[in-house]
């Protein structure tokens, strides 16, 4: 199975900060992947598909970018309700694999 | 939109079998190249890809799962299931259906909220 590995697992921020968020994978999945945000209680949600493409009705704010083997999310100015986790996941192969999570916390 | 809620027990016991529904809405299981999909999430951890059916009759498994479970769409309910056989406490997570292949790309843009099943005697 692909390993998806994230960095940080864990990052401070605050209120219009810009940050970076990294997936890399144990092998080359193409732009095979995609970026969810997950609440408390609450299930993932898509923000981008196909490495780059955002999904619809997510503000613009969300970016991402990469293939191959490195992929990065780049939110551009923090707003409060991004404050939650973060997961990549690949679809290039069987088994479907996430990333760890990067949980995003208020400084 | 498309509306995917999920159903079933919230326990169940160790070597039984854990069976889940998913009622879908606005959205037919039977037709469009979607991948209707199950996830789980033990607590406090990453969420694991378990399966999908796509246009009602093929599947594809995790290799981790495949022996104990499937996955199966019932037409006349617009529903489909997933069924776990088996069960040890290791399987107790959220248990997520998703609907994918959205554009024309396999990602999850559509999910249920969600529901706690726990394998406890």
């Known amino acids: 199975a692909i390993q998806m590995t994230q960095s940080p697992s864990s990052l401070s921020a605050s209120v219009g900060d810009r940050v970076t968020i990294t997936c890399r994978a144990s092998?080359?999945?193409?732009?095979?992947l995609g970026w969810y945000q997950q609440r408390p209680g609450k299930a993932p949600k898509l923000l981008l598909y196909?490495?780059?493409t955002l999904q619809s009705g997510v503000p613009s704010r969300f970016s991402g970018s990469g293939s191959g083997t490195d992929f990065t999310l780049t939110i551009s100015s923090l707003q409060p309700e991004d404050f939650a986790t973060y997961y990549c996941?690949?679809?290039?192969?069987?088994?479907?694999?996430f990333g760890q999570g990067t949980k995003l916390e208020i400084k | 939109q498309v509306q995917l809620q999920e159903s079933g027990p919230g326990l169940v016991k160790p070597s039984e079998t854990l069976s889940l529904t998913c009622s879908v809405s606005?959205?037919?299981?039977?037709?469009?190249?979607?991948?209707w999909s199950w996830f789980r999430q033990p607590p406090g951890k990453a969420p694991e890809w378990i399966g999908y059916?796509?246009?009602?009759?093929?599947?594809n498994y995790n290799p981790s799962l495949k022996s104990r479970i499937t996955i199966s769409v019932d037409t006349s309910k617009n529903q489909f299931s997933l069924k776990m056989n088996s069960v040890t406490a290791s399987d107790t997570a959220f248990y997520y259906c998703?609907?994918?292949?959205?554009?024309?790309?396999?990602?999850?843009?559509?999910w249920g909220q969600g529901t706690l099943v726990t394998v406890s005697s």
């Open positions: 998703a609907r994918g292949g959205e554009n024309g790309w396999l990602q999850w843009g559509y």
């Open positions: 092998q080359g999945i193409r732009h095979d």
């Open positions: 996941l690949q679809d290039y192969s069987y088994p479907y694999t």
């Open positions: 059916i796509y246009q009602t009759r093929t599947t």
């Open positions: 196909a490495a780059s």
């Open positions: 606005n959205g037919s299981v039977s037709s469009g190249n979607y991948y």
